[in-house]
C-alpha cells in the first residue's frame, strides 16, 4: 500500500515543471487539508477576479476570429483594452502579496513548486499558496502540502505539491510554465 508520500510525489511528477522565479506567498496551516467548500471560500475575490478575467478575454478574441480580417483592428484594440485592465488587476493581485510570506520559487508546473525556505517545513504540512506569475499573466490561490524540504546551505530546498486548485488554475500554470521554457528555448538559441 502506498503511503501519502508515494502519493505526493506521484502527484508532483504528473506535470513539467520549469525552472523559473516567480513570487509566492507560503503559509503553513495547522491541521488537515481543508475541505472543498473551504477551498472555494477562502480565495480572496482579486484572484477569482484574474481568473474570469483571462477568460472573458480568451473568448471574446475566439469570438472575433470568426469575422475574419474586418475585425484584426477591433481585435487590436481590445487587446489593448484588455492589456490595461491586466495591468490594473495586477496591482490589485500585488495588494495580496504578504512580505512576511514572499519565496522566490526555484520551480513551477501544474502540479506543484518548489522553493528555498529559510525554516524546514514538516513533510505533509498542509499550506496556503499564493502564486504571483510573471508579466502579468495571472495570479493563483490554492492549497498544497509539503513533499520534502532538504538543507541546502542555511536554507530548505522545500517541494509542494498542489492539493487542492481550481482546475482553470492548474491550466493557467501549465500554460505559463510552457510559455516560459519557449521563451527559455530562445534565448539559448539566440546566444549560440
Known amino acids: 500500500m502506498q503511503t501519502e508520500l508515494d502519493q505526493l510525489n506521484e502527484a508532483f511528477v504528473q506535470f513539467f515543471k520549469v525552472?523559473?522565479?516567480i513570487a509566492i506567498n507560503v503559509l503553513p496551516l495547522a491541521g488537515p487539508l481543508p475541505d472543498e467548500a473551504t477551498f472555494v471560500a477562502a480565495i480572496p475575490e482579486p484572484f477569482l477576479l484574474a481568473g474570469n478575467m483571462g477568460q472573458l478575454n480568451?473568448?471574446?478574441l475566439r469570438s472575433l476570429q470568426r469575422?475574419?480580417?474586418l475585425a484584426e483592428e477591433l481585435a487590436n484594440y481590445l487587446q489593448?483594452?484588455?492589456r490595461k485592465l491586466d495591468l490594473l488587476m495586477h496591482y490589485v493581485i500585488r495588494q495580496q502579496?504578504?512580505?512576511e510570506h514572499r519565496y522566490i520559487t526555484q520551480s513551477y508546473g501544474g502540479a506543484g513548486l518548489t522553493f528555498l525556505a529559510k525554516?524546514?517545513?514538516l513533510p505533509l504540512t498542509v499550506t496556503e499558496l499564493k502564486l504571483f506569475l510573471a508579466d502579468n499573466a495571472g495570479a493563483v490561490f490554492c492549497y498544497g502540502q509539503v513533499l520534502s524540504s532538504e538543507p541546502v546551505g542555511d536554507n530548505f530546498l522545500t517541494k509542494i505539491v498542489f492539493m487542492q486548485?481550481?482546475?482553470e488554475d492548474r491550466e493557467l500554470l501549465v500554460r505559463a510554465s510552457l510559455q516560459q521554457q519557449a521563451?527559455?528555448?530562445k534565448q539559448k538559441a539566440a546566444e549560440r
Open 19 to 21: 525552472e523559473h522565479a
Open 58 to 60: 480568451l473568448n471574446s
Open 67 to 69: 469575422l475574419g480580417e
Open 80 to 82: 489593448q483594452q484588455a
Open 97 to 99: 502579496d504578504l512580505p
Open 119 to 121: 525554516s524546514q517545513l
Open 165 to 167: 486548485i481550481r482546475d
Open 183 to 185: 521563451r527559455q528555448l
